[in-house]
């Protein structure tokens, strides 16, 4: 069974629950599955018509979802589904560290959920990983 992973952020919308076990056949419908006993996360991701929010990112399996409008990326039984709300804010970025390079790679190589880095560099959007 596919399984769709919720960051923190997000799971505040689902009472905590991080991880949910769906039977889908394509995002759209391990999505909808979600909002059945989770109405208000629905609102958070998507748009009035239906579309993934600006703001959303879903990955299967770590790749960047093809279909964002309507979500029809199909699912295999052992696929996740990581979906992310960027972040935003701050003015200045402190400069980049050693301490926070090694941080951030060493959670990249320990297989942890594909994650959006905000920018460390004062000035430049960029993902960090």
Same mark, same amino acid.
């Given at each position: 069974m596919p399984? &769709?992973?919720l960051t923190r952020a997000l799971s505040q919308q689902t009472g905590g629950?991080?991880? $949910? =076990? &769906? =039977?889908?056949g394509h995002v759209r419908e391990a999505l909808d599955q979600i909002f059945v /006993?989770?109405?208000l996360? %629905? %609102?958070y991701l998507l748009t009035d018509t239906g579309k993934l929010r600006p703001h959303v990112n879903v990955f299967v399996n770590g790749a960047l979802v093809a279909d964002r409008?309507?979500?029809s990326d199909p699912l295999a039984? /052992?696929?996740?589904v990581y979906v992310l709300q960027a972040v935003s804010g701050?003015? $200045?970025a402190p400069m980049r560290t050693d301490e926070s390079v090694q941080t951030c790679e060493l959670a990249r190589t320990a297989g942890s959920a594909p994650t959006? $880095? %905000?920018s460390e560099f004062a000035g430049h959007h960029r993902l960090g990983i």
């Open positions: 399984e &769709v992973i629950e991080l991880r $949910h =076990q &769906v =039977q889908a /006993n989770h109405p996360l %629905r %609102r409008r309507a979500l039984t /052992n696929d996740e701050g003015t $200045h959006h $880095h %905000r």
